[in-house]
């Protein structure tokens, strides 16, 4: 597979676009004290069940706050609320507090992120998006982050085409622009990222470092490993 063969680049968001300590961090522990209305213990049991690392003060790698949807952590966070109305209420309660503060705290991985994809759509690549946040909340980031121009597809974890590391994404992307699987290069910061873009079948598989995954991890299931997102352009670009 050659630059040439290449002709979409499918983005992972948090992690990847956006750095997912500086963004994240401060967003769930402001989303745990507003859930356990400032009962301190209560807070904590959250932050643990989702993966919190109190020891490092972040998430920890393959946890659910690191790649789950906002389902999953709703699931989870209900049984310690002992939340006693339906989960799909305190799903969209979480929606409401990710979205907004995810908006509020967006740190990109790189300041040169809007040149960066100016450059992509020049060498006449499509560019998607593709998160486990929900749809409207990956769609709110982009527009505060002067990105969304730029960005062809949009999908989320409630968009209807499945989650990751199932292909739906991908493979919806692919056909969204008219081209192959193949021609599509996947970009993400955590194996659930590399591996819908093997289920995909995508062309290119890179593993990402720069904004919180880990090289030995994704080492594994990468075909190129990056720091910054600025070395893409010469995978995919020519």
């Known amino acids: 597979m050659t630059a040439r063969d290449i002709r979409a680049v499918l983005f992972d968001k948090d992690g990847t676009l956006i750095d997912f300590d500086a963004t994240w961090n401060p967003v769930y522990l402001e989303t745990v004290k507003t859930l356990a209305g400032g009962d301190a213990a ?12 109190f020891a490092t003060d972040s998430v920890r790698p393959g946890s659910p ?13 209900a049984k310690e609320l002992k939340y006693p109305g339906r989960p ?12 907004t503060g995810g908006v509020q705290h967006a740190r990109p991985t790189t300041p040169h992120l809007p040149e960066l994809l100016v450059r992509l759509k020049r060498a006449n690549l499509r ?20 990105l969304a ?12 085409h499945g989650m990751k590391p199932e292909p739906g994404m991908a493979l919806a992307f692919a056909r969204q622009c008219g081209i ?12 659930h990222d590399l591996a819908m873009g093997r289920a995909a079948g ?11 995954g880990a090289r030995e991890v994704l080492a594994p299931s990468a075909d190129k490993i990056i720091e910054r997102l600025e070395d893409l352009l010469a995978l ?3």
Do not use: C, K
């Not at 560019?127 to 002067?146: C, P």
């Open 149 to 160: 121009p730029f960005v062809d597809f949009v999908a989320g974890y409630d968009s209807g």
């Open 42 to 53: 209560l807070s904590r049991r959250l932050l643990e069940v989702g993966g919190w690392d």
């Open 65 to 77: 706050l690191r790649q789950g949807s906002n389902a999953e952590i709703a699931a989870l966070w």
């Open 236 to 238: 995919v670009a020519g």
């Open 127 to 146: 560019i998607g998006v593709a998160s486990m946040d929900g749809e409207a909340a990956v769609r709110a980031t982009l527009e505060h982050l002067d």
């Open 88 to 99: 799909e209420a305190l799903e969209f309660q979480i929606d409401v507090l990710f979205r």
């Open 180 to 191: 192959t699987p193949a021609q599509i290069a996947v970009i993400g910061d955590s194996p």
């Open 202 to 212: 995508a062309g290119l598989v890179i593993g990402f470092t720069g904004g919180g």
